[in-house]
């Protein structure tokens, strides 16, 4: 099998699994519970907070451990306007964020807020001026995703943070899914109050996020009851879960630099290779770009008939997100991005994990070049 779907999801890195299993094998105590083998189960989940904070140079945050980035988006959007709500009712956030950002927002538009959505399709320096000049008295929350999960580009997450030094008010909430593991994200330089995370992501286990946030910030809970997790996420603690996402997190984040360049060299090689195809576009126009996912669009081939070809030859890459890819219109983000509709519609993407190999990106393009032939002469018929 050649899995090229890593933006959907990852294999689990066998230590992972072994991590998970040894908790819920020999300490699987209610980490609330007041006797000593609760205690032990505790003690887990701080030294797995504690080691997320440090792999993310958290200084002063605490991590609400989830079930995934959807679940810490909503708890982070949500619950910092309905916390902060008499101080204002802006937000500003852009138009190509996952679902779980882009459709809370919209919700909260109906409950009375005001979204402002920035044009992305410019160049840094002017989403940087697009941001400040939309800051108004009543913004009280910026949300930005680091890395697009369709397109790849890079969102100035750094310069967005000093920015709103200025503006104490306001919350800055990045959506990093699709760049924690993989390129580096410093909390406490990049001047984040609140960051979302999927362990699956980065070969842990799906059901298993966080939101990593400023202990000094308010937040209204989205699921109430037994007060667990700072009062913000009742319900017993997957402990497992947790101490499963700090050893994904370190295993990811210790070889950083290493597992970069080896899929930057395998994004060179098939972007290369694309390029070469006839009727092959890639869309790569942004300054910015993860070597991680590569989006490029097949002429007159829809995403989905692409997709499809390609598992015929145990290839498997994905038509848009795997969350919005059984839609038949064209990506509401590509678009944003000033892509035409016609490539869009055509547009697929790949993406790597560390694990990818040469060989593998080697035997995509031999896939894609055999079903793009095959497929034309069928269209000449
Ligand atoms: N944000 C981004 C950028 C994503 O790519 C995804 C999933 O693909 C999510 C949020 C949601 O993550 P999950 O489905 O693990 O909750």
């Known amino acids: 099998m050649i899995y090229l779907d890593n933006s959907a999801t990852t294999s689990v890195d066998p230590e992972v699994l072994t991590a998970f299993t040894k908790v819920n094998q020999n300490f699987w105590g209610n980490p609330s519970s007041l006797h000593a083998f609760g205690a032990r189960a505790e003690q887990l989940l701080i030294q797995a907070e504690k080691q997320t904070l440090s792999l993310l140079n958290a200084k002063q945050h605490k991590v609400i451990f989830t079930s995934g980035a959807t679940e810490s988006n909503n708890l982070a959007i949500r619950g910092v306007c309905h916390a902060y709500k008499n101080r204002g009712c802006h937000i500003i956030t852009t138009p190509v964020e996952h679902a779980s950002v882009y459709e809370t927002a919209e919700d909260l538009e109906q409950e009375g807020f005001r979204v402002t959505f920035i044009d992305v399709k410019k160049s840094k320096t002017e989403i940087l001026k697009q941001i400040e000049e939309a800051i108004c008295e009543d913004t009280i929350l910026i949300s930005c995703m680091h890395v697009n999960n369709e397109m790849g580009m890079i969102f100035p997450i750094y310069e967005i943070g000093q920015l709103i030094k200025k503006y104490p008010k306001i919350k800055f909430h990045v959506d990093a899914v699709q760049s924690v593991g993989k390129i580096p994200v410093d909390m406490d330089k990049m001047n984040i109050d609140l960051l979302s995370f999927s362990a699956h992501k980065f070969h842990g286990l799906k059901g298993c996020g966080a939101l990593v946030m400023n202990q000094y910030l308010k937040l209204v809970p989205e699921i109430t009851g037994g007060h667990q997790m700072y009062g913000l996420r009742s319900g017993t603690i997957n402990v497992a879960g947790a101490v499963a996402l700090a050893k994904a997190l370190r295993l990811a984040i210790e ?127």
């Open 255 to 381: 070889p950083l630099n290493a597992n970069y360049n080896h899929v930057k060299s395998l994004y060179d090689y098939t972007v290369k290779e694309l390029k070469a195809m006839d009727g092959v576009t890639v869309n790569d126009c942004y300054p910015e770009l993860t070597p991680y996912i590569i989006n490029f669009a097949v002429e007159n081939i829809k995403g989905e008939t692409l997709v499809h070809a390609l598992e015929e030859h145990d290839v498997y890459i994905s038509a848009k997100s795997a969350c919005s890819s059984k839609s038949a219109q064209a990506s509401r983000i590509l678009l944003a991005l000033g892509v035409s509709e016609e490539v869009a519609l055509d547009s697929v993407r790949l993406s790597f994990a560390n694990t990818s190999t040469l060989e593998e990106a080697t035997q995509f393009i031999n896939a894609l070049k055999l079903v793009v032939v095959q497929m034309r002469k069928e269209m000449m018929k």
